[in-house]
């Protein structure tokens, strides 16, 4: 069994030079849990997810992890007012490039083991040609449903 | 012998011009230098491991690991923000308050956990506040690297020349302390007139920071009190030094196994927290002037110093004091003060003993660590506190740093001076 026979294809993406207001409505209206951002040739850079979101409204002193916890400060004035700000800004500047991607002749064992030594905030991997061009993505649930209804055929 | 000569003097020129170049890790520079010396033949490994002062490993070690457990239970971030409260939002004073905790807190610990934990907690206050943090930057790199040279383990110079003269905890603090308080005021005046506009903000923003709840900081309050408990013995045993009997590292060593021990905090998650590469570059850094030692190299340069000063106490006092200031401005102080340590127990019989050479010992310590203060990299809190800056959108450049630090590292200096003439050198 491969990455191709399991993942989903109908992805939404955005593009790189895109706003982070076309990221927001997709997120709003899809609910994804990432969204992989490609270039003109659909070849994948990175990904937009909503912690990254969380994270470019922080400042970086507190991201770095210099401040663990802020129970003890009260809110920063300007903290909710940079929501807005960051609605203008370009995908490109805000995209993770630390994202998992795999090509469809994968097995869905090596799919599994990626999966499950990924970084914690990042769920589901890319299903990507050798041109990086976005095939697919595999979510864990994918995995599961995959392997489950396998074995049901295979007990009848 | 004459080939032996030549090879270290190689070596240790090719270390210092990597060190300078800045482009690799400093603790492979020292260990590539080293290890060269042994494969080389200058020495040999039972010689080299001999060259490596232990004491200031101990020291160091121990320290890191005290300081690592005691700054999760949040006790720092409560002074800092205590201080802070203090000044009742007034932004001039908090950055008094601020500049007060930072020299204590490095005095006791080293100075870039210092600033770690005091600039991100200026950076809250200042955008509580909006004011311009560039100040409150500069204050807490130029008081870091002041508070830390009063005492023994406040800066590794200090450090370093304990290790190695026997000099204590309470000697540091009655030898250099003293002139510590008056380089802090000379220090923060001209900071008052030079960004005194940017003191300015509401009633409204003054209150915020009084919303601040330092107790929150304190998260874990059975562990807060064995830290306390540890800190206290351990500085306790620092003062009682002389009397104990016991090295340094020796004290700081048994206060890191009990707090090890009672916390119950994970070991290897507190020693993978022990700044590896910088154990590392100190013993490379060790062995590498060890060589320079046992060929006869650093008794050459005593002599060559000797010649060039007459032999005069005071002279020797002021070049040590002058020439370690401007060199670690520019270059780190570590290897600086590695080199000039036996250095200068090469001069001590010309002036009849190591006692007669107490006053160098202090020139070194005021020299080098204030030093560190005239550029943004002239010591390792400078190249934190910039790096966090620059991060969070305010950029320190180089000029416009030294304009306002050199010359108040040179008052600095000028300021020691006086004190080393009046008790030491006049």
């Given at each position: 069994m491969t990455a191709a026979s399991i993942m989903t294809t109908k992805v939404l993406s955005i593009s790189v030079s895109g706003t982070m207001y076309d990221a927001f409505k997709l997120v709003q209206e899809a609910r994804v849990r990432q969204i992989p951002v490609l270039d003109e040739q659909k070849r994948v850079v990175g990904i937009i997810t909503p912690r990254s979101l969380v994270k470019a409204i922080l400042p970086s002193y507190i991201t770095e992890g210099l401040?663990?916890?802020?129970?003890f400060a009260p809110e920063l004035p300007d903290f909710v007012r940079h929501i807005d700000s960051l609605?203008?800004?370009?995908v490109s500047d805000l995209l993770e490039k630390d994202f998992a991607a795999v090509s469809p002749e994968t097995s869905v064992m090596e799919v599994s083991t990626l999966m499950i030594n990924l970084k914690k905030h990042v769920e589901s991997v890319l299903v990507v040609d050798d041109k990086r061009v976005l095939l697919g993505i595999i979510s864990p649930w994918d995995v599961f449903k995959r392997l489950w209804d396998y074995s049901e055929k295979a007990r009848k | 012998m004459a080939q032996t000569f030549y090879i270290a003097i190689a070596v240790f020129v090719a270390v210092y011009a990597l060190l300078i170049w800045d482009k690799l890790n400093r603790a492979v520079v020292a260990l590539l230098g080293a290890s060269a010396l042994i494969l080389l033949g200058v020495l040999n490994q039972e010689a080299a491991v001999h060259g490596i002062d232990f004491n200031t490993i101990g020291l160091l070690i121990g320290m890191m690991v005290i300081v690592f457990i005691c700054q999760d239970t949040g006790m720092f971030q409560y002074v800092a923000i205590r201080g802070a409260k203090m000044s009742k939002g007034d932004p001039w004073k908090i950055l008094v308050a601020l500049s007060i905790v930072t020299a204590i807190l490095s005095a006791l610990l080293d100075n870039v956990t210092t600033v770690l934990l005091t600039v991100p907690i200026t950076l809250l206050i200042t955008q509580e506040l909006e004011v311009n943090p560039y100040p409150y930057f500069i204050s807490q790199i130029l008081m870091s690297n002041i508070g830390g040279?009063?005492?023994?383990?406040?800066?590794p110079p200090n450090i370093m020349i304990g290790s190695a003269t026997g000099l204590t905890f309470m000697d540091f603090v009655f030898g250099v302390g003293p002139v510590i308080p008056i380089i802090f005021i000379a220090t923060i005046i001209p900071l008052r007139f030079i960004y005194?506009?940017?003191f300015k903000v509401s009633e409204d923003r003054k209150k915020r920071i009084m919303q601040?709840?330092?107790?929150?900081?304190?998260?874990?309050i059975p562990l807060l009190k064995k830290c306390l408990v540890v800190l206290a013995l351990v500085i306790g045993g620092f003062m009682m030094q002389r009397q104990l009997h016991l090295e340094p590292a020796t004290i700081a060593l048994f206060g890191a196994s009990i707090l090890l021990l009672i916390s119950k905090k994970d070991l290897h998650h507190v020693m993978e927290k022990v700044e590896w590469t910088s154990i590392f570059f100190f013993i490379g850094l060790f062995i590498v002037v060890h060589s320079l030692v046992e060929v006869g190299f650093i008794r050459y340069l005593a002599d060559l110093m000797l010649d060039a000063t007459g032999g005069d106490m005071a002279v020797t006092g002021y070049a040590i004091l002058w020439g370690s200031a401007i060199a670690s401005s520019i270059v780190d102080n570590i290897p600086f003060v590695a080199t000039m340590i036996p250095l200068i127990k090469n001069m001590a019989p010309a002036f009849g003993?190591?006692?007669?050479?107490l006053p160098l010992w202090w020139a070194l310590s005021l020299g080098a660590c204030l030093g560190?203060?005239?550029?943004?990299?002239?010591a390792s809190a400078n190249v934190v506190v910039s790096g966090i800056a620059h991060r969070n959108g305010h950029e320190m450049k180089f000029f416009k740093y030294m304009l306002i630090a050199y010359p108040l590292m040179l008052l600095s200096i000028a300021i020691s001076t006086v004190y080393m003439y009046l008790r030491y050198l006049g």
């Open positions: 401040l663990s916890d802020v129970k609605a203008s800004k370009k | 040279t009063a005492t023994l383990i406040g800066d005194g506009s940017s601040f709840r330092e107790s929150e900081t304190l998260t874990d003993g190591d006692a007669a050479v560190g203060n005239g550029t943004i990299i002239g």
